[in-house]
């Protein structure tokens, strides 16, 4: 049986997106012994959804894996899943939709690696009970995307003096009003974790454009910026867990089906 994994992401015009995920890509082929592997767009720019299931099958690919690579249960996610559940019963395909990257604790040890990563990078020598973090989340106005976000959230307050969250746009505070609340706090380091998957266009410019501004106005030394989330095998991992989960499901239904 040929395996393929279609990987869908929003989209970006940024070349370091596309770098990114074709490295997942090529990560997750080699480890989860998928026969193709690929990702898509789901706005912005093509490939977009339909032409990346074509795809799948223009390679020989007798089941499809789709792994929506968000990292919230948010709009964007609901899109997603139902274009893809409208092409693959158009099509009658042999076709599953994995969970996102929410809820789960491998986002939780990466985004503590991040912070260990610009902790060494920096020489903060504070312990990690001494140190302030703030995550900076893109934003939504679905409430499920805030809820997943403070899950991830509190899954770090037991290993920092204090950890809080501010968005980019849609929500609030704001990053300006983020880093001024833990300001006010008194840090004695306050650590940033741009919350995003990907180089894009908010990584590249827009967080730290805000970043800047807020810092031009609340002045504060002791202040480090993390690295995005990226490519990390941890990732990887995740995602051929996700893939799994619902794989094993499809397997067993056939199983019981066939048994009938």
């Known amino acids: 049986m040929k395996k393929a994994l279609l990987i869908i992401d929003r989209g970006s015009r940024e070349p370091e997106v596309r770098e990114e995920l074709e490295r997942v890509c090529s990560l997750v082929k080699t480890k989860g012994g998928y ?13 977009f959804i339909e032409e990346g299931i074509r795809k799948c ?5 007798d089941v ?4 929506p690579y968000f990292l919230y249960p948010g709009m964007k996610l609901k899109d997603s899943v139902r274009q893809t559940a409208r092409i ?32 060494k990078d920096k020489d903060i020598q504070y312990s ?3 140190c302030d973090i703030l995550l900076i989340g893109h934003g939504s106005s679905d409430k499920s995307a805030r809820i997943a976000f403070e899950y991830t959230i509190d899954s770090l307050r037991p290993f920092y003096r204090k950890v809080e969250s501010c968005f980019l746009e849609l929500d609030n505070p704001n990053i300006e009003q983020g880093i001024k609340m833990m300001i006010e706090n008194t840090p004695k380091v306050l650590i940033l974790m741009p919350y995003f998957l990907h180089k894009g266009a908010h990584m590249k410019r827009d967080v730290i454009n805000d970043v800047n501004e807020a810092l031009r106005k609340h002045q ?6 993390a690295n995005h989330l990226g490519v ?5 991992d995740l995602l051929i867990e996700r893939a799994r989960e619902v794989e094993n499901k499809r397997f067993l239904f056939q199983l019981a089906h066939n048994g009938t």
């Open 64 to 67: 499809i894996t789709v792994m």
């Open 35 to 47: 026969f193709y592997t690929n990702y898509c767009f789901l706005e912005v720019l093509p490939p």
């Open 88 to 119: 693959s019963k158009d099509h009658k395909l042999n076709l599953v939709i994995t969970k996102p990257l929410s809820y789960h604790s491998m986002m939780t040890q990466l985004v503590i690696d991040r912070l260990n990563c610009v902790k």
């Open 57 to 61: 099958q223009d390679y020989g690919a």
């Open 232 to 236: 990390d095998q941890k990732l990887v």
């Open 220 to 225: 504060f030394k002791d202040i480090f910026i």
């Open 128 to 130: 990690d009970l001494e």
